[in-house]
T-cell receptor, first 115, second 113 residues
Framework: AQKVTQAQTEISVVEKEDVTLDCVYETRDTTYYLFWYKQPPSGELVFLIRRNSFDEQNEISGRYSWNFQKSTSSFNFTITASQVVDSAVYFC????????????FGTGTRLQVTL | NAGVTQTPKFQVLKTGQSMTLQCAQD?????MSWYRQDPGMGLRLIHY???????DQGEVPNGYNVSRSTTEDFPLRLLSAAPSQTSVYFC????????????FGPGTRLTVL
């Protein structure tokens, strides 16, 4: 069975602070895929990143960076110099190797960035 | 490309009523799915389809039916609505290859009184 744990329910930071959102996953598959989605107050789900289990390279995209560590089964997401527009719920998700493999979501972390 | 579209955006039903949530995608994706989002529970898979004419159950299928007569459309039917089905429903699609990214529609907020 697959499981994704986002232990941080809510985080509040002041603008320009750095913030890290934690994601820990469980799977018995050797091939799997990890995702992060953003859900702003408007409600849609916006895809941010996909990482496969063979690629442990960290990724940086502007102010966003992702740290994938298979040894600790973690796929953490860091926002550098946070902005008010980063306020949203962030979901980490996991899928297995099959083409029909479902996405298993964590319960999400609500990030509130204030001035 | 419109991507994944869902209608309606909001719906209020009375217990026992039936309705269909519509989902369409214009990306020629093989795989489509329905999720429900409830507070504190993330998103849970209701039903999915790997292609026209093929559907299967997810983790919370009870009370819902689906069909996939075309590649583009994947409607979700509530047969007899119950208050426990009050939720936000998301449709998603992906190309179908290994590890493909699922892209989500804007969601339908359903309230059952």
């Amino acid at each position: 069975a697959q499981k994704v744990t986002q232990a941080q329910t809510e985080i509040s930071v002041v603008e320009k602070e750095d913030v890290t959102l934690d994601c820990v996953y469980e799977t018995r598959d050797t091939t799997y895929y990890l995702f992060w989605y953003k859900q702003p107050p408007s409600g849609e789900l916006v895809f941010l990143i996909r990482r496969n289990s063979f690629d442990e390279q960290n990724e940086i995209s502007g102010r966003y960076s992702w740290n994938f560590q298979k040894s600790t089964s973690s796929f953490n997401f860091t926002i550098t110099a946070s902005q008010v527009v980063d306020s949203a719920v962030y979901f980490c998700a996991l899928s297995g190797p099959g083409t029909a493999s479902k996405l298993t979501f964590g319960t999400g972390t609500r990030l509130q960035v204030t001035l | 490309n419109a991507g994944v579209t869902q209608t309606p955006k909001f719906q209020v039903l009375k217990t026992g009523q039936s309705m269909t949530l519509q989902c369409a995608q214009d990306m020629n994706h093989e795989y489509m799915s329905w999720y429900r989002q409830d507070p504190g529970m993330g998103l849970r898979l209701i039903h999915y389809s790997v292609g026209a004419g093929i559907t299967d159950q997810g983790e919370v299928p009870n009370g819902y039916n689906v069909s996939r007569s075309t590649t583009e459309d994947f409607p979700l039917r509530l047969l007899s609505a119950a208050p426990s089905q009050t939720s936000v429903y998301f449709c998603a699609s992906k190309q179908g290859a290994l590890g493909d990214t699922q892209y989500f529609g804007p969601g339908t907020r359903l309230t059952v009184l």
